[in-house]
């Protein structure tokens, strides 16, 4: 099976603006949760979706944003970038998001914000 | 709440030497514990599970980690170090709806 596949892999934009990345899951698996990873703060959860309804937030403010279409992949949304959103954006996927599947995990997509 | 304390944010090990990451949890129920490992510029790729089936748990690349209970830890070990090893550890407690929460990571390195 190919894996969770993320699209970019790299981005650069100036603050103000607004940027959409792409995760593909496993095929079949049904829950795509996005994750951010920054130096200072580690790897923090954002949202989780689930046959295209989001069930679990983190604690990110609302320029944050994703959905999840009818074959499973995802995208999120951040609106009117910070230099403080640049970081890496990694996105996993599972089959029914359950706190006891593992996880598998894209190879991120790398914002940078100037 | 659940919470994962990863007490080493460094280690240094010499190459065939014994690997020994540390971590502790908290969980007002029963745990599920994962290892991922993070090799520079790549993304996170699962070491090892904890799901209540075996206390000690075996992971890939020789890699295994104890479920203690009565002192809250998932210490992640290995007993002897190879130079592809030197990596990021996590310590990962799983949540309930796809939230992951994440220790602080462990920087492995591995000298000559």
């Known amino acids: 099976k190919a894996g969770v596949t993320q699209t970019p892999r790299y981005l650069i934009k100036t603050r103000g603006q607004q940027v959409t990345l792409s995760c593909s899951p496993i095929?079949?698996?049904?829950?795509v949760s996005w994750y951010q990873q920054t130096p200072g703060q580690g790897l923090q959860f954002l949202f989780e979706y689930f046959s295209e309804t989001q069930r679990n937030k983190g604690n990110f403010p609302g320029r944050f944003s994703g959905r999840q279409f009818s074959n499973s992949r995802s995208e999120m949304n951040v609106s009117t970038l910070e230099l403080g959103d640049s970081a890496l954006y990694l996105c996993a996927s599972s089959i029914a998001g359950d706190g006891w599947e593992t996880q598998y995990f894209g190879p991120g997509t790398r914002l940078l914000v100037l | 709440a659940q919470s994962v304390t990863q007490l080493d944010s460094h280690v240094s090990v010499s190459e065939g030497t014994p690997v020994l990451l540390r971590c502790n949890y908290s969980s007002s129920y029963s745990p599920s514990l994962f290892w991922y490992v993070q090799h520079p510029n790549k993304g996170l790729q699962l070491l090892l599970k904890y799901t209540s089936a075996a206390t000690l748990v075996k992971g890939i690349n020789g890699f295994e980690a104890e479920f203690k209970k009565s002192e809250t830890s998932f210490h992640l070990t290995k007993p002897s170090a190879h130079m592809s090893d030197a990596a990021e550890y996590f310590c990962v407690h799983g949540g309930s709806q796809g939230n992951l929460i994440f220790g602080k990571g462990t920087k492995l390195s591995v000298k000559p």
């Open positions: 095929s079949g698996h049904r829950s």
